[in-house]
């Protein structure tokens, strides 16, 4: 420990330790634990005590129970855990029955304090702690705690409750370690006293029908084959598992979800995965007597196993696949139709499940469809992949949802009834489409996909959040389309679908909800990026009012929808697609784009728009757009001018980004030796010329200034940029500095008064001897090393903690408190 | 307990309820889908609607001529368009009490029963009811009589001649009922029959049943009634809403408890949402005036509109609209805008918490402030002075028959450019646009529709628990055209019981109780008696007094002696005699302690047998039966008259006498 926190140590013991002085912020006394654990970690804890005799003092002093706050208690309590792991600690805590007087029942058991959910959580985690070694659990055993611990798994505190049953297991393989497995038969007297216990407390637990205390059993008994991988966790199951498969005979499981997590963890326990137990079969077994809604999470969990026998995971894929074949069945024309693998479809409880209620049914679907979405994306996704039976069955919900499908069943009109209008459903449906695409389909599956997909999109009945959903579905079916057909090769859906997509589009553009305007402008992004090349793309976008329309949107009421219009504009821009500004509508009035960013950059009252502009302003450099060739450099020192002004960190950032492309190009490609030798057009400039230009631009004084910037971000990211052109314009030699000019000097002292944090006077036109001067002489290595720790690596030492814990309560005199 | 239904509209209903001793009619709607059947009636002389072809029967019979005409495959009658009546022949009117108006839209056949039927009752309706439907019955007249029409058809009623005619003219119900408009003289008298009400106002109708008005979320001032006595509720709920528009919440607490409630005026598009066809409206409005083009809306000059205007204020600066004049044009646009503002009462919260700013509560204050929205009475006058193209126009009537909106469906109908947008959900928009085609216009139908869908009654239902629900035979099957949407109809426990056009219906449920006063006095002399914990009797002599549905025991008229000067008694002096009356008895006998007793009396050789209905002591000696049942007992001995009476007394002792 360092010497400093040694002599501070006995003075915030004093103040801990002083129920006059209530320590007020709790996230000090966890750094505090913190702390302890980390020095233990390390070091002998007894050495620790020894040294520091305050601290045994300070636990001691808990003993007191009237007199400490119940913080203080339950920190004392863990605070005893944490050294009590060290068994020789242990032993010399024993010694002053410390540990008894805290744990045991002479403890705070009784007390008034007990009620506070804060003490009995720290009493079990400091046993947690503690339980630890050999001579911890004859303790556990002398001091009656386990009996505490059953009584704690249903506390009326969920974390506690929690807590006791992980201390439970603790416990449990704790007393079991370091046994041999093959004398743990069935007879009682083969398992030590503890464990016998404790198992004994399981069998009961099992046997008494409640469904609390069976729940409580089946949790200890899960986190157990979760954690421990002995092989005594298998003479356990031995002996429990006649008990737990008892509670799959009746009628309805109750405890069914900690069952079914139960069986999932040991089948993933290599004790019971490898192992020709029954396990299997168990599995096999729940699964067919759970009802729909719970098998699901079972099922999914099976599927994900690595280690499974294949029919277990067909069992376990059809349980998932039943609720869409159920909608497939709903919606055959003729019954039995649906082309459904044997088995799947017909249900009877699937079907009940289904129709019950609104409620259930979208549960049941949702579910099903985000499981299904789930294993799609693992690499061993169940084979074979009914992709079609999926496809056909995601678009029947989705036209269930909107009132499109005429079933002619009964059980059809029933589902049309409860499905109507479920955003729920529609939202995991749409969502589960999209991850489709990643799969081919028939001809006829795909058309009725964009089908269903232009559907949603035109419906005025779609909600905000399904639009937006279809509209990402959408984008991933159209991507999936021109992957699989490659771009030489348009593919027969989507030059249609476009067609009828664009007057859409205008229609959302026009919505009324800012959601809808600002999901159709990112899809519209989206769109551009990728097919904005395409000549019937464009045809059909041209064709359309959308980028009329998207430039309107630069104007929105919304921020947000502004934010977007930005984006989609500067990529419709990008692809030579926006609307020419003086078209004959609109007379006059209307400014080129880039002077409109620069207005929207200059004025807007929100970030997120002039974020927005700075990204499409770089995104343009970096492509060479030909509306920022004309007359670059005055534009750029408009931009850099007002950017450097701007109160959002994140714009001067994303400025300073602006700044980086255009230095490294200015300065052109970096001198590689191993670069392929390219005829060079333009002759390299030379660095003087180059400061000269970024003088002109005012890259330079808009660097400067944010190398002092208050935000860390901005301050780093104008070094880096800083660093960089020192090291291509005044390497060691080359350009000579004027360390002695007069007007570096000037400057120097401009800078400082920044950095003071004033707000100075403009740098003015700077020659480049004097910028080269202040590369040299500034510490910008220096600044970097500063900058990349983070704030508060000062604060977080323990020295800190100690010295502010008692700056918090007075104990330190004059000395100042900082805000920590 | 009857109810007489009038209309088989569901939206527009009229129906009759006895209740009691009172008959209340229940609204007074007008089905005004009868006038799609005739020819628009153009404000300016139309060449091409007077140019219409006639239309003959195939054998070429030319006598119908005058009468009808073929537009693009339809055939219209070119008259005086006419309404089709709530039945006047299934109860005669001039026994109504009381009329019960629920809210403006349903209250346009006013005028016909109040003025030409014998009814002599009084109208019930709230202020916004009267003033609002004022204004509808106004244009509606206004609409009418500004274009005379010389002819009013009626060869085609003939029913022989009917049967021969297309669709829809063959199916048209009940034609020979069909009258033509009312005038503002008979608007006036009719409206005169209404007293105000206020929401939760409890009135009195001749002591017998208490009516109160509630609101109903659907319309300014529009009300569901809840018609109770006192062991009876009935609830009348017509157009209601849950959705948060302009007027106030609608009250469903009150409608708990219910013995029958009878649900009419749910939504005609059950659907389509609201919201989602006010973005459908707002979109397709922008893109058509980007385009150059201008927008009509054909509307009512009071609702919905008010809601437009002010989600149109929150959208035409996103979307660019600032510039383009939204007019308004109906001989009552001015009062319908201003009438809206000053009904602050009837508003919901946010709309009231305006006034007190103060502000007005609607934003379209602002949109004439600034010159958005302007409004005319009519296209004549001011209007054709200022109109700017682009624009969008907001006018009635949305049948397409009459009103200004026949002008701009002729001016602007051969141009793709200009779109009509409807928004009302009352008449089929393909009906009415039929004798328009061919039209190069764009339609969209975005109904809004905002008062209860399916979902929400079932809702509703479960809240308000009613024991029966009456509804019209609409609701009780799914749409016809989406016969698989199960979920288009009301469920509910019993199922509901559906009326249609002309029928009577016996309500499914008996009154048992009446409330009797009992006076101070007569009250104090009665000895109560508790015969079991928590139950006490008293015996009452009395005299009933029945007056104004009211009934009172008085205490009985001492017994004076007859007054010997009058010959003849009047009845109101009729005394009940009095009679001594023996005392009333009631308990149980134990049958074992009476045996007991039997025994103690010395009675020998007692046996007890077991019926079905109690016991019988036989008393073999004596010869003699003790019958012991529930609710009688009787001693069957022979000609012992000594021996019954003394069982009698120890029978008796076991009973209590008061």
């Known amino acids: 420990m360092d010497p400093e926190c040694s002599r501070l140590l006995p003075a915030l013991c004093a103040v801990l330790a002083d129920p006059r002085q209530p320590m007020t912020d709790d996230t000090c006394l966890e750094k505090l634990l913190d702390w302890f654990k980390t020095v233990t970690e390390t070091e002998s804890s007894l050495l620790l005590l020894q040294e520091n005799p305050c601290l045994v003092e300070l636990l001691s002093q808990a003993l007191k129970f009237q007199d400490v706050s119940s913080r203080i208690l339950s920190f004392s309590l863990r605070l005893a855990g944490i050294f009590a792991a060290q068994e020789n600690c242990f032993q010399f805590l024993q010694q002053g029955e410390l540990l008894l007087g805290l744990f045991g029942e002479a403890g705070p058991l009784g007390l008034p304090a007990w009620n506070v959910p804060s003490v009995r959580s720290g009493w079990i985690q400091g046993l947690c702690s503690l339980a630890k070694h050999p001579s911890a659990e004859q303790f556990l055993v002398d001091c009656g705690a386990v009996d505490t611990i059953f009584s704690l798994q249903g506390d009326s505190s969920l974390f506690v409750a929690s807590a006791a049953s992980q201390l439970l297991v603790q416990v449990l393989s704790l007393s079991i370690q370091g046994r041999a497995t093959p004398h743990l038969g069935s007879s009682d007297g083969d398992w030590p006293s503890c464990a016998q216990s404790i198992v004994g407390y399981l069998e009961e637990s099992l046997r008494s029908g409640a469904t609390p205390q069976i729940t409580q059993a089946l949790k200890v008994l899960t986190t157990t084959f979760g954690r421990c991988h002995h092989s005594w966790t298998e003479a356990l199951w031995m002996r429990l598992s006649p008990l737990v498969t008892c509670l799959l005979e009746k009628d309805t499981v109750p405890t069914a979800h900690s069952l079914a997590d139960l069986f999932l963890s040991m089948a993933r326990s290599p004790t019971f995965g490898s192992s020709d137990c029954d396990l299997w079969v168990t599995l096999a077994q729940t699964l067919s007597c759970l009802s729909p809604t719970q098998a699901g999470p079972l099922a999914l969990g099976i599927l994900k196993l690595h280690v499974c026998p294949q029919a277990l995971k067909t069992q376990a894929f059809d349980v998932l696949l039943q609720p869409l074949a159920c909608v497939l069945e709903a919606a055959a024309q003729v019954p039995g139709s649906s082309g459904l693998p044997d088995g799947t479809g017909s249900n009877p409880t699937m079907a009940d499940a289904l129709l019950a209620s609104t409620s259930s049914c979208a549960a049941l679907l949702c579910q099903s469809l985000a499981h299904l979405g789930e294993l799609q994306a693992l690499p061993h996704s169940p084979r074979p992949w009914p992709q079609v039976l999926l496809l056909e069955a995601t678009v029947m919900t989705l036209r269930f949802c909107s009132g499109s499908a005429v079933p002619i069943s009964s059980v059809g009109g029933r589902l049309c009834g409860i499905l109507a209008s479920c955003i729920r459903v529609q939202r995991a449906a749409l969502d589960f489409l999209g991850m489709l695409s990643q799969g081919t389909g028939p001809q006829e599956s795909v058309t009725q996909v964009f089908a269903i997909l232009l559907e949603y999109l035109r419906s005025p009945e779609s909600s905000p959040t399904v639009l937006k959903k279809a509209f990402q579905a959408t984008l991933r079916w159209l991507l999936s389309m021109s992957k699989a057909c490659g771009s030489n090769n348009p593919d027969p859906h989507t030059q249609p679908f476009l067609r009828e997509l664009f007057p859409v589009m205008q229609k959302r553009l026009c919505n009324p909800c800012w959601e809808v305007r600002d999901s159709a402008l990112e899809f519209l992004t989206h769109l551009t990026t990728h097919w904005g090349g395409q000549p019937d793309f464009r045809q059909a976008l041209l064709a359309s009012d959308v980028p009329e329309l998207t430039q309107q949107l630069l104007q929105d009421p919304e921020a947000y929808v502004r934010a977007s219009a930005v984006t989609a504009m500067g990529q419709l821009a990008s692809q030579g697609l926006h609307a020419t500004p003086s078209g004959p509508e609109h007379p006059g009035a209307k400014q080129s784009l880039p002077q409109e960013l620069l207005h929207i950059l200059s004025l807007d009252s929100e970030g997120f728009p002039r974020r927005a502009v700075m990204q499409v302003f770089t995104q343009w450099l970096q492509d060479g757009h030909p509306a920022m060739a004309e007359d670059l450099e005055q534009f750029m020192a408009r931009v850099f001018q007002v950017v450097s002004r701007d109160l959002d960190w994140e714009v001067r950032v994303q400025g300073l980004e602006l700044a980086r492309v255009f230095l490294a190009q200015t300065l052109g490609p970096p001198d590689c030796p191993y670069a392929v030798a390219l005829p060079a057009a333009t002759p390299p400039t030379s660095p003087a010329e180059v400061l000269r230009t970024l003088g002109r631009v005012q890259l330079l004084e808009f660097a400067f200034r944010a190398l002092f910037d208050c935000d860390r971000p901005v301050a780093q990211k104008s070094c880096d940029l800083l660093l960089l052109l020192r090291a291509r314009t005044a390497p060691g030699g080359g350009l000579q500095g004027a360390e002695c000019n007069p007007e570096a000097v000037t400057v120097e002292a401009a800078l400082r008064a920044w950095q003071a944090g004033e707000q100075g006077q403009p740098l003015g036109e700077l020659v480049p001897e004097v910028v080269v001067a202040i590369l040299r002489t500034l510490d910008l290595e220096g600044l970097q090393a500063t900058l990349a720790e983070s704030s508060d690596h000062v604060e977080q030492s323990p020295r800190s903690l100690l010295q502010d814990m008692l700056a918090a309560v007075g104990a330190l005199g004059g000395h100042e408190a900082d805000c920590y | ?658």
């Not at chain 2, 070429?60 to 005409?69: C, I, Q, T, V, W």
């Not at chain 2, 409890?202 to 109903?216: R, Y």
């Not at chain 2, 698989?484 to 009577?504: G, K, T």
């Open chain 2, 1 to 658: 307990m009857k109810l007489y239904c009038l209309s088989g509209h569901p939206t527009l209903p009229c129906n009759i309820l006895k209740f009691k001793s009172t008959t209340i009619m229940l609204d007074c709607g007008l089905d005004m889908t009868s006038t799609l059947n005739f020819l628009p009636l153009p404000l300016v002389q139309s060449p091409r609607l007077s140019n219409l072809p006639s239309w003959s029967l195939k054998d070429g019979n030319a006598y119908l001529d005058k009468e009808l005409k073929e537009c693009s495959g339809h055939v219209f009658v070119d008259s005086v368009p006419e309404f089709c009546l709530p039945e006047t022949e299934l109860i005669d009117m001039s026994t109504v009490d009381v009329i019960l108006i629920s809210n403006y839209h349903c209250m346009m056949a006013l005028p016909y029963i109040t003025e030409h039927t014998g009814f002599t009752g009084t109208v019930y309706a709230t202020e916004p009811t009267l003033q609002i439907g004022r204004l509808l019955m106004e244009e509606l007249v206004n609409f009418i009589e500004r274009v005379p029409k010389a002819q009013s058809a009626s060869l085609w009623k003939n029913k022989d001649v009917q049967r021969l005619l297309p669709s829809p003219l063959k199916d048209a119900v009940e034609v020979s009922t069909w009258r033509r408009c009312y005038s503002m003289q008979e608007v006036n008298s009719a409206l005169s029959k209404i007293q105000l009400v206020g929401y939760s106002q409890k009135i009195e109708l001749f002591g017998a049943v208490q009516v109160t008005p509630l609101s109903s979320g659907y319309a300014l001032g529009s009300s569901n009634w809840v018609i109770q006595s006192h062991y009876e509720k009935v609830s009348y709920v017509s157009g209601s809403s849950l959705l948060t528009t302009h007027p106030q919440p609608m009250d469903q607490a009150s409608l708990k408890n219910s013995d029958v409630l009878l649900l009419t005026g749910l939504t005609q598009i059950p659907t389509a949402n609201p919201d989602g066809m006010v973005g459908e409206f707002c979109s397709n409005l922008a893109l058509t005036v980007r385009n150059g083009g201008n927008v009509l809306v054909p509307c009512y000059p009071s609702g919905v509109i008010y809601d437009l205007l002010e989600c149109l204020y929150q959208y035409i600066d996103s979307a660019g609209l600032s510039n383009v004049p939204f007019y308004f044009i109906s001989p009552v646009a001015n009062s319908s805008l201003e009438f809206s503002q000053i009904f602050a009462e009837w508003l919901c919260h946010n709309k009231q918490t305006k006034v007190y700013l103060p502000e007005p509560p609607f934003p379209h204050a602002e949109l004439i402030q600034t010159n958005k929205l302007k409004h005319y009475p009519s296209i004549h006058g001011d209007f054709s002075n200022d109109f700017r193209q682009p624009c969008v126009v907001f006018t009635g009537h949305p049948s397409l028959r009459f009103g200004d909106v026949v002008h701009f469906l002729e001016l602007w109908g051969k141009s793709s450019l200009n779109t009509v947008i409807f928004t009302e959900p009352d008449f089929s928009y393909l009906d009415a646009l039929a004798p328009y085609q061919p039209l190069a216009m764009k339609c969209i139908y975005c109904p809004i529709d905002t008062r209860l869908n399916f979902i929400q009654v079932s809702k509703l239902l479960k809240e308000v628990q009613p024991l029966h629900v009456v509804c019209p035979e609409q609701y009780t099957q799914p749409p016809p055209t989406q016969s698989h949407r199960m979920d288009l109809m009301i469920d509910c426990q019993p199922p509901a019981m559906s009326y249609r056009r002309a029928e009577v219906l016996a309500l499914p449920f008996k009154r048992r109780y009446e409330k009797i006063e009992i006076m101070p006095e007569l009250a104090d002399s009665l000895v109560p008696m508790e015969i079991k914990p928590g139950i006490s009797l008293a015996t009452v002599s009395a005299v009933l007094h029945t007056k104004d549905n009211k009934h009172v025991l008085q205490p009985p008229p001492r017994s004076t002696q007859p007054t010997s000067g009058k010959k003849r008694k009047r009845v109101s002096d009729d005394i009940p005699d009095c009679k001594v009356l023996k005392p009333l008895l009631s308990g149980s006998i134990p049958v074992e302690q009476f045996v007991q007793t039997l025994e103690k009396h010395g009675f020998s050789d007692i046996k007890v047998e077991d019926t079905a209905k109690g016991h019988i002591v036989l008393l073999q000696e004596a010869e003699t039966l003790i019958q012991i049942e529930e609710d009688s007992t009787h001693i069957i001995c022979d000609n012992d008259e000594m021996l019954r009476v003394r069982l009698r007394d120890l029978v008796l002792k076991f009973l209590q006498k008061f």
